[in-house]
């Protein structure tokens, strides 16, 4: 979803609302600091004028004590901004960190089906890591500017009004016009920076992953010369970005240039015309020439923004989209006792995938789906899981309606295998215990030896605490698989879910794992589905589907 800038920035500055005392805080030492900084210019020019016997409305003793004063006060109060304001940015990002994996959660899979991993990868990462420049760099800077700006008018303004309606007109000029039209002409660079980025993270990450893949065909170079395109794409979109930035800031500068020259020689008519004295002269310019910093800030903001806006927005995308199966609580617990399939139709977009699938899946009993590879067997399992709503019929648990059964008890009554174990960068131990956290050591292995994989982690050189790399890429396929069950055997869910659990292992292994599915079937429904059909021998009944329908 596009959203204006104006927008993105509202939705932003609502998350500051926990830290708004910081944010005051900043803003006022901000505030204080740029006010140090113009008047040490200011007095300077009082104490110069003092030794030159003009009139001025301070001695050279107070000048210079002021000076001193003056700069002291300014480093420590840039300091204090800058930590008030990094310290809002930091916690304001392990706020918004917080919220994304909470909305991937919601949204989880089936929203991220579709999302390229590498592209979600560069939101969680760079794309939030970005929204510092917005809340270290914009929020304060901006409040700061225009309260400034206020008071420098007022200051110029007091020798004569005309001065401080130069004064506006300047500093309207090189914060608001200049960055507007920055902006504009940066048009959607910003979002197309960002979406190329995303895309070129994802083919990294591919061709990661591929790498095995790659080298066996000879495809290294293809993929070097795609990345190459990629890169380049990317180049040239942040060369124009870069190019539109300097055009920003020489046009910032020569429009300051432009104004201190206005006011110095509207400040040099009114002398002559009497309305002002010398020093009515000097001041007004000095000041304006030495106040343009914080509307400078937001100058160079013009530009820059744009890519924090599109990284905002691509945040907020994740924050606002609506997961496709709303979770279920506050239904009375459910326990287990059978499951059904009833004229069950489910279609992904326009290609039908399920049409009027029926599946009776008694307590205690194996069941066997099986069918050709995109007949829609594992989708049927997703549905059985509540991954996705069915479009016709109804799937059913103890005979309730699934959308009627609590979330929490549906994830403690099921355990799903997939046909590819997701493994993470930790020990075997943590990687099996995830199914259940309060697992003890003989739960572990005594899971571990039903799924046939206890004696090949004692082969290991630490055992249980032995790190598995990332993707689990040290270990085989079958080795996976295996602990993927040992997962499901460890869950201990009255109705396990099992995705082809047998197809990257050998018939040794194979015929135990079926062993001890079969010596469960009293406490567990399995419901398995495989094309292999010495797998399929422990099944009560099988059922096959062929293009969708039951046959």
Do not use: W
Not at 7 to 21: E, F, N
Not at 368 to 381: D, E, F, P, Q, W
Not at 396 to 410: E, R
Not at 464 to 479: A, K, P
Request: one cysteine or more; glycine letters at 8%.
């Amino acid at each position: 979803m596009k959203r204006s800038g104006l927008k993105v920035m509202s939705r932003l500055i609502g998350l500051v609302k926990p830290l708004t005392g910081y944010m005051v805080l900043a803003v006022l030492m901000g505030l204080a600091g740029h006010l140090c900084a113009a008047f040490i210019t200011i007095f300077g020019v009082f104490g110069v004028l003092s030794v030159f016997g003009a009139a001025t409305p301070v001695s050279v003793n107070t000048v210079f004590v002021s000076i001193l004063v003056f700069a002291a006060a300014r480093a420590g109060l840039r300091y204090a901004e800058q930590a008030c304001n990094h310290f809002i940015a930091f916690k304001l990002l392990a706020l918004i960190r917080d919220k994304v994996f909470r909305a991937l959660r919601r949204l989880c899979p089936a929203k991220l089906d579709d999302r390229g991993k590498g592209d979600l990868i560069s939101v969680i990462t760079s794309d939030i890591e970005l929204l510092e420049v917005f809340y270290a760099h914009t929020i304060s800077p901006f409040a700061i500017a225009v309260l400034f700006t206020v008071i420098m008018c007022l200051f110029i303004g007091s020798y004569h009004f005309s001065l401080g309606i130069i004064a506006i007109a300047a500093y309207l000029s090189v914060g608001v016009i200049i960055p507007a039209v920055a902006s504009k002409k940066s048009g959607d660079q910003g979002m197309i920076f960002r979406k190329n980025s995303g895309e070129l993270s994802s083919f990294v990450l591919d061709s990661l992953r591929g790498l095995p893949e790659i080298i066996q065909y000879t495809r290294g170079s293809k993929r070097l010369e795609e990345m190459g395109k990629m890169t380049d794409v990317l180049t040239q979109t942040e060369k124009k970005m870069k190019r539109n930035a300097g055009k920003n800031a020489a046009c910032t500068n020569s429009v300051i240039l432009l104004f201190d020259l206005l006011m110095l020689i509207s400040a040099t008519l009114l002398y002559r015309s009497g309305h002002v004295d010398f020093v009515g002269v000097l001041i007004p310019t000095v000041a304006l020439f030495s106040s343009f910093g914080p509307c400078v800030a937001l100058a160079a903001l013009g530009s820059t923004l744009q890519n924090t806006f599109a990284a905002g927005n691509r945040v907020l995308d994740i924050l606002d989209d609506t997961p496709v199966v709303t979770k279920t609580t506050g239904m009375p617990k459910t326990e287990f006792n059978g499951a059904q399939a009833q004229n069950v139709s489910f279609s992904y977009a326009s290609e039908l995938i399920l049409d009027n699938i029926c599946v009776d899946v008694s307590r205690g009993s194996v069941v066997g789906i099986t069918g050709r590879s995109g007949c829609g067997k594992s989708t049927l399992l997703k549905l059985f899981m509540r991954f996705r709503d069915v479009n016709d019929g109804s799937i059913k648990i103890s005979g309730t309606d699934i959308s009627q059964v609590n979330t929490s008890d549906l994830r403690e009554m099921e355990s799903f295998v997939t046909q590819e174990t997701q493994l993470f960068h930790d020990s075997i131990k943590n990687n099996l215990r995830i199914a259940k956290l309060d697992a003890t050591e003989e739960d572990i292995i005594e899971a571990c030896k039903k799924a046939s994989v206890h004696d090949f982690i004692l082969s290991l050189p630490k055992g249980y605490d032995t790190m598995v790399g990332e993707l689990g890429d040290t270990l085989s396929g079958g080795e996976r698989q295996r602990l993927g069950l040992a997962r499901a055997f460890l869950h201990d869910a009255p109705l396990m879910l099992l995705d082809e659990p047998t197809s990257n292992l050998d018939s040794l292994n194979e015929a135990v794992i079926l062993r001890s599915l079969y010596k469960e079937k009293q406490d567990k429904t399995v419901i398995l589905v495989s094309h292999r059909p010495s797998t399929m021998k422990i099944a009560k009944r099988v059922y096959q589907i062929c293009n969708g329908r039951m046959s």
